[in-house]
């Protein structure tokens, strides 16, 4: 029969590759991790050496893979080193080691990873989907004639020029960072930062590879559009009262008004010298300040005297003090407020409830202002 290719999970015997990858779908629910796929399945000769044909691989499997091959040659000729975010830590690519700083990422780096085969980065980027790298360029020379260079573009003409290097027509997955030598600053338009994780949330809006046809959002990678989707636009339906809600935040205020549902804070700021979490950033902000010695923020606001700890606080102030946006919709009527506070307020004169009680006279009021209001004007002033 010639049936020469085995399946990894269940020893069964194909003669046709394509059928043995087919038959692996059944798998799905076996396979733990990718790289299994990667080392068992992906023939050593195929796609990884000799000549392509980039138009039919792009043709068959979108862009990724062009764009894949051009990260890779930028990375094996170069200085620069990819590096990830994750839990409030720079992360190494390759091991997921964690640093505080990025200088101590690059000296772990150079002593652990320094001449990494070209087949493990590959395998990671593609285990990964293709998403964009975030890679730091402060110290970024030619390996092969050890020249500087300030950006990538410039590099990248450069190992084309003078090296011969070729390209694919198209960019690449690179985000470069200067971290070492320029701080939290973005490197296409030079916007500054006090938090690594506002510097690469804001770094999303020059590269918004993938957009949501619902509401126009960009994001750099399909995984982030898809948890945009399921955030923001998936139907979600209350089983107690089969309403249905556009977003969680509505079902959420509706459980918490309606079923008296009691949600924990998500402590999602951790802090990089303890074990410390907190469920707001200007909480960490003061905590930093308090135990570990750091510099307090001063973030003034440019049209009164006004000072915050954070940048985001200074920006709601604006916003809700200076400009009046009202950004925030009632999901009952749509009727736009400046805060999320301002809307839950609201939202009591279509349900009715009156949940807050005065301890003196036992009067019953619809939200805790109002509560505040009475005590003062009838118990404190009497």
């Not at 619809?366 to 209001?373: F, G, I, Q, V």
Request: aromatic letters at 8%; glycine letters at 4%; proline letters at 2%.
């Amino acid at each position: 029969m010639g049936a020469s290719f085995k399946c990894f999970f269940c020893a069964k015997y194909f003669s046709d590759p394509g059928e043995l990858m087919l038959h692996t779908q059944s798998h799905k629910k076996d396979i733990r991790d990718r790289k299994i796929i990667l080392d068992k399945y992906i023939p050593k000769d195929s796609d990884t050496a000799g000549d392509k044909d980039w138009a039919k691989i792009a043709e068959r499997r979108g862009r990724g893979p062009l764009l894949r091959d051009n990260s890779i040659k930028i990375l094996q000729n170069s200085t620069m080193f990819i590096f990830q975010w994750h839990k409030s830590r720079f992360t190494c690519f390759l091991c997921k080691a964690p640093f505080i700083d990025i200088q101590s990422l690059r000296d772990h780096t150079k002593a652990e990873h320094d001449g990494v085969e070209k087949c493990k980065i590959e395998k990671k980027i593609i285990a990964q989907q293709n998403k964009l790298l975030k890679v730091e360029i402060s110290i970024l020379k030619c390996k092969q004639c050890d020249g500087d260079f300030k950006t990538l573009s410039d590099f990248r003409l450069h190992l084309e020029e003078q090296h011969e290097v070729e390209f694919k027509e198209g960019g690449d997955l690179l985000v470069p960072f200067k971290l070492e030598s320029e701080g939290l600053k973005c490197q296409t338009c030079r916007e500054s930062f006090t938090l690594f994780r506002l510097l690469s949330i804001h770094v999303n809006k020059h590269y918004q590879n993938h957009v949501c046809h619902v509401c126009g959002a960009g994001f750099t990678s399909l995984v982030l559009l898809n948890l945009h989707r399921t955030r923001s636009h998936r139907l979600i339906k209350c089983n107690e009262c089969n309403l249905i809600f556009h977003n969680r935040k509505g079902k959420k205020i509706h459980d918490i008004d309606r079923h008296n549902v009691r949600f924990e804070r998500k402590l999602r700021f951790l802090c990089p010298y303890c074990d410390e979490r907190f469920f707001q950033e200007n909480l960490k902000i003061q905590h930093l300040v308090d135990k570990h010695g750091v510099e307090k923020p001063q973030h003034r606001c440019n049209l009164c005297d006004k000072v915050f700890i954070t940048r985001s606080l200074c920006n709601n102030h604006i916003k809700n003090v200076h400009k009046k946006e009202k950004k925030h919709v009632c999901d009952v009527c749509s009727k736009l407020f400046y805060t999320k506070s301002d809307v839950q307020r609201h939202r009591v004169t279509h349900t009715g409830e009156k949940k807050f009680t005065c301890l003196v006279c036992n009067n019953l009021f619809a939200t805790r202002d109002s509560l505040k209001r009475h005590t003062k004007r009838t118990h404190v002033e009497n």
